[in-house]
């Protein structure tokens, strides 16, 4: 029969199943289904509910998500595929939570600063998060040990550190009576930054005497540093290897030219059996291929002349990064400049690009140093008539690009004062530097930041002096010894001239530090910490390795002062964070 235009009442209807009746149920606004199986598909992804569990199944059929309620796991809750043992699991009974799998803990922030994927990150008192950094200079200082080091206070020349190892500091400074240089040896605990001793050495030409003019050092494996030097009334420049590995041990004297008297050089590492030696000659540069086996050092004859407009003086030289390619800083008298020039090197053979001017804050008889950021930027710090400045130069290929400079000291630091530049992280450089107000010497350290986006130089906080004595001094040389110290080395006259050593702490922010960055964010930008378990954005770990907060967001394997433990790394691109 058909019914139209009617209805029909419930006591009228009944059936022993519904599904005797084809019909869209509508919207359900009231009762209660008793004893029923209630699923939204009979098949792939659907969720179902039964008088005991309430399940979510996925596509193949693995359930991914369960609440029981009966059985002996009455009351859990089960997230994740059980049966492969992928799950997290609130045990009701034990009154617990847990993860057979992966679990994570991730925390947004607002980024103070370019972070990138990989990077430690740490809180600071903005509220914004930051990469793991030094922040400045601080004014606590370790107590002074005199290196016994009778030091000339020539500030041109100042002094050279290398970061010999974690321990081992090495220090080149000129002989106060005018004979040679001076190798300081400084052994210094990371963990206590107490110096144990300070062993040092004297290095005379084996022709000429007088007072030494330029000398420099690199090191070139472990415990081995080759050292050049000329001095005011020989004709030759010399170097020798120095094996620093139980004190100070020299090898056999190189003369490795006989350019005339008071000839400016320099060193850089090509590789561990070979240097490439910088000096004077005449009007000219000269870089001359010297190998090295044990402490022995040969002469292959093999050099690259650099000439330009007039009278060259040789200012500094600077690898970049690890790569073949080597900034050389001049004054060229017939250009009336300091110019830039990047050469690139193979087998003793170096091929040059054009000259640019250095610096318009570069006085004639201005110094500078040089360290390297990376395979393309290198830093400069230099002196001018009244300040110190601070910029980077950076190549493509062999083509050479001077960029902005900051001030980083004015006031009284003569032209002839040398500063110092040491890198403690991958953008962050300490530059050591002297002034002089009247008969006041003022020794000072300040921290600069290399923005990659444009290649300019943030100071960060304000320079720290670390001295104010009268009279002459020689320059700060400055060189890390843990994320959170310095072991620096200076001239002055307080008492008796010589060179003194010491640490100098460094403000960071690693006592704020929250996980590891998951992903890259711009200033401003919200960003991604994972906080708590794996984070798969690193690369380069060894595996079962415990890895710790360093400057800049890196990470190190040694557990230093004023470090803080990050995780351990499950593989080379897997670094279980657990921050403490």
Known sequence: ??????????????????????????????????????????????????????????????????????????????????????????????????????????????????????????????????????????????????????????????????????????????????????????????????????????????????????????????????????????????????????????????????????????????????????????NDIISRRVTVSGTTLTDTGTTTTLTGGGNLTLRDVCRYGTTSNYLVIYHDAGDARHEAITGSYSVGTITYGSAVAASTTFAVASTCHLASFDDTTVLMANSDTSDFYARTITRSGTVTTVNTAIQIYSGGASSDKKPNATKIGTYSMVIGFNGSTGATVRKGLTIVQWVTADNSLLETGTETLISTVAGAAVAVAPVKLSPSRLVIAYGDNTGSEQLRVRTNDVNTNITGAIGVAFSSSALSASGLAVVSGPNTSVSGLTTSNEYYADIDGAFTTAALGGTKKMGTAMSATRLVVNVN
Request: proline share 1%; with cysteine.
């Open 1 to 282: 029969a058909t019914i139209a235009a009617a209805s029909i009442i419930a006591g009228k209807l009944s059936v022993s199943q519904l599904s005797a009746i084809t019909a869209d149920l509508g919207t359900i606004t009231a009762g209660t289904v008793t004893g029923a199986t209630i699923q939204t598909a009979t098949t792939g992804d659907r969720f179902v509910l039964t008088s005991s569990t309430f399940r979510g199944i996925e596509t193949g059929g693995n359930t991914v998500f369960e609440i029981l309620l009966t059985g002996a796991n009455a009351g859990d809750v089960i997230m994740g595929d059980d049966a492969t043992g992928q799950y997290a699991q609130w045990d009701d009974s034990a009154g617990t939570f847990s993860s057979t799998g992966t679990l994570t803990a991730q925390e947004t922030y607002t980024s103070g600063q370019a972070i990138t994927a990989g990077q430690c990150v740490a809180v600071e008192s903005d509220g914004s998060v930051y990469r793991t950094r030094a922040t400045s200079i601080s004014s606590t200082m370790g107590t002074v040990v005199d290196s016994g080091l009778a030091v000339g206070m020539i500030q041109t020349i100042g002094i050279e550190a290398i970061d010999v190892s974690s321990t081992i500091k090495l220090f080149l400074s000129t002989d106060g009576g005018g004979n040679g240089f001076k190798l300081g040896r400084a052994v210094v605990s990371p963990l206590s930054s107490s110096i144990t001793s300070v062993v040092n050495d004297s290095i005379t030409p084996s022709v000429g005497s007088g007072e030494h003019f330029s000398f420099d050092g690199v090191l070139i494996d472990t415990n081995k540093v080759v050292v050049v030097y000329s001095n005011a009334t020989s004709t030759g420049v010399y170097a020798k290897v120095i094996d620093l590995t139980s004190t100070i041990t020299q090898g056999t004297e190189l003369v490795v030219a006989s350019p005339g008297a008071s000839s400016g050089c320099r060193i850089e590492k090509v590789s561990a059996s070979e240097v490439v030696i910088f000096y004077e000659s005449g």
